[in-house]
């Protein structure tokens, strides 16, 4: 990242406020700026921090609000249902700070949480940013057509994540953590908060990732939606079959627009930040 980003991070970050809303704190926010809202929300096991590179260059004349969800990277877990809770949460939020024509950024389970909240709550949203999430991950991850085949799957998988000892976890993401950024210092930070989340939230939010389908859901997202995925090399699909592939799972989705990021792992904010930040103030541009 250039020093002008690494700059404005920096003074980003100095900035920041904390706040905090939803029930039993599912969901924690911390916000800066004035200007119209854009709500950023982080994948499995991340914190608010996974979008310090980005939430920089996105925020002239924006306010942004980071959230970070209870049980991962350190926050105290909760009870209950995973994304009922907190969606829940970032409702309450939007709803306590009054905001309307929110643009909603996520990644990975983020980007899965920016769909189910487009669907509970359409009237504060104006746009929904992807990243490189899916409605309907069993099909990428186990190979399942659909929830009857995914849900046994998804069931052993949550077992063994809670069943294993902590050094068989940490293993376990150790191995993972080449597939989610290029960089061997950023892998160390994804393997740090995944070490750093509630284990039974991890396994917990896992499960419910993988048996959910919001792909027919779609069609009753009419908010205008960027889709953006990575393709690398080293991947055994080639671009074309990435691009069908995600394609195919968006099918249903009347205003989604695909855009397709190379020489990228999982974290694109990580990998390549300057090229995500360009096109996410390009699509709030339009």
């Known amino acids: 990242m250039s020093r002008f980003f690494s700059l404005l991070a920096a003074l980003w970050l100095a900035a920041t406020a904390s706040a905090t809303a939803g029930e039993a704190q599912a969901v924690t926010v911390k916000s800066t700026g004035t200007g119209a809202p ?98 309907f991950l069993a099909q990428f991850f186990l190979g399942a057509q659909n ?26 993401q150790r191995r993972f953590a080449p597939t989610q950024a290029r960089d061997e210092a950023r892998q160390g930070q994804i393997i740090a908060w995944a070490l750093a989340s509630d284990r039974q939230t991890f396994a917990d939010a896992t499960y419910e990732l993988l048996t959910t389908d919001l792909r027919q859901a779609l069609a009753e997202i009419e908010t205008p939606m960027l889709v953006v995925y990575p393709w690398r090399s080293a991947l055994p ?9 995600y394609a195919a799972q968006y099918a249903k ?26 096109a996410i103030n390009d699509f709030l541009a339009d």
């Open 38 to 135: 854009i709500l950023l929300i982080p994948g499995l096991s991340n914190p608010g921090d996974v979008w310090n590179d980005i939430a920089p260059a996105i925020s002239n004349g924006r306010e942004i609000h980071i959230a970070h969800y209870a049980g991962f990277a350190g926050a105290p877990p909760i009870e209950g249902p995973f994304f009922d809770t907190r969606i829940a949460g970032l409702k309450a939020y939007l709803e306590k700070e009054d905001l309307n024509n929110v643009v909603v950024i996520g990644h990975s389970l983020g980007g899965f949480s920016a769909m189910k909240l487009a669907l509970e709550a359409p009237d504060r949203i104006s746009k929904i940013v992807i990243v490189d999430s899916v409605p």
């Open 147 to 172: 929830l009857e085949q995914a849900k046994p799957r998804a069931e052993a998988m949550r077992t063994q994540l809670v069943q294993m000892t902590d050094g068989e976890f940490e293993a376990q």
């Open 237 to 245: 699909f080639t671009a074309e079959q990435t691009d069908a592939a």
């Open 253 to 278: 989705a009347p205003s989604a627009k695909m855009l397709r990021i190379d020489d990228s792992a999982h974290f694109i904010m990580f990998d390549q930040p300057e090229a995500l930040a360009g």
